[in-house]
Nanobody, 124 residues
Framework: QVQLVESGGGLVQAGGSLRLSCAAS????????MGWFRQAPGKEREFVAA????????YYADSVKGRFTFSRDNAKNTVYLQMNSLKPEDTAVYYC?????????????????WGQGTQVTVSS
């Protein structure tokens, strides 16, 4: 069982930056691929970024490519999503998710564990 806790959300102006963190419990964190998804009001949850369990591969949605960076620190059981050049359309609740021995999937059904989410609001 893995518990995930996101933090770092908040209100920021367009063009600003935020860094989201997701802390995981458990001693097998390094064997989990991790993903970030987001859900805006009235919309379906969508893929944002993923990182393989070894950290060697990262994947991004086209909408965030070049602006967001996903990294992991296995020693701290934590992943980070650095979000730069934020836009109002990035406003959503952001969720992190864990997939055992995954390669970093864009499909939310591949992930077994989810955090509670953190709100990101970008004002224009």
């Amino acid at each position: 069982q893995v518990q995930l806790v996101e933090s770092g959300g908040g209100l920021v102006q367009a063009g600003g930056s935020l860094r989201l963190s997701c802390a995981a419990s458990g001693r097998t964190f390094s064997t989990y691929a991790m993903g970030w998804f987001r859900q805006a009001p009235g919309k379906e949850r969508e893929f944002v970024a993923a990182i393989s369990w070894g950290g060697g591969s990262t994947y991004y949605a086209d909408s965030v490519k070049g602006r967001f960076t996903f990294s992991r620190d296995n020693a701290k059981n934590t992943v980070y999503l650095q979000m730069n050049s934020l836009k109002p359309e990035d406003t959503a609740v952001y969720y992190c998710a864990a997939e055992p021995y995954g390669g970093g999937s864009m499909a939310n059904f591949e992930y077994d564990y989810w955090g509670q989410g953190t709100q990101v609001t970008v004002s224009s």
